[in-house]
């Protein structure tokens, strides 16, 4: 794998990255946590971070690698960069909306912010074709419903899609 995406924490990197495959494999999907490693004294005192605390620990989801570092309160999380869930069924999207917004912050058009910080966009695959479509009526139509969504419904995508 040539990119590794590294997300900053303080302090939940371990169990930010366990939320994570427990998340991804109780949906049936590819998941495990990788190696990690821990602050020794060296890097305890140029960090700030307690000595033989986590320092990182990898992760895959769906065949992506991650990297979380618990580098401290310095940098936060933003929902500038998010992470797409791309979904087959209702059933996926209801899975994961309920178990990645659980404690975080639900927002429009399918993204949500966990209980982390992390921020990701549960999307039913069919949207990409409804919203390509060139019937730009149709395809406006599908736009004006999702922005009234929270949680993606694809019956819902899919009765705006078929009503132009």
Sequence with gaps: MALTTCLWFNGEAEAAAKFYVDVFTGGGRNA???????Y??????ASGQPANSVMIITFALDGQEFMALNGGPHFKLTPAISFVVNCETQKEVDYFWQKLSEGGQESMCGWTTDK???SWQIVPTVLGK???DS?????E????????MKKLDIAALQQA????
């Design 32 to 38: 495990k946590i990788g190696t990690g490693g821990r």
């Design 40 to 45: 020794n004294e060296a890097s305890s005192k």
């Design 116 to 118: 982390f910080g992390v």
């Design 130 to 132: 409804f919203m390509a």
């Design 135 to 139: 019937n730009r009526v149709k395809a």
């Design 141 to 148: 139509a599908v736009t004006a419903a999702l922005m009234k």
């Design 161 to 164: 899609y078929e009503m132009k």
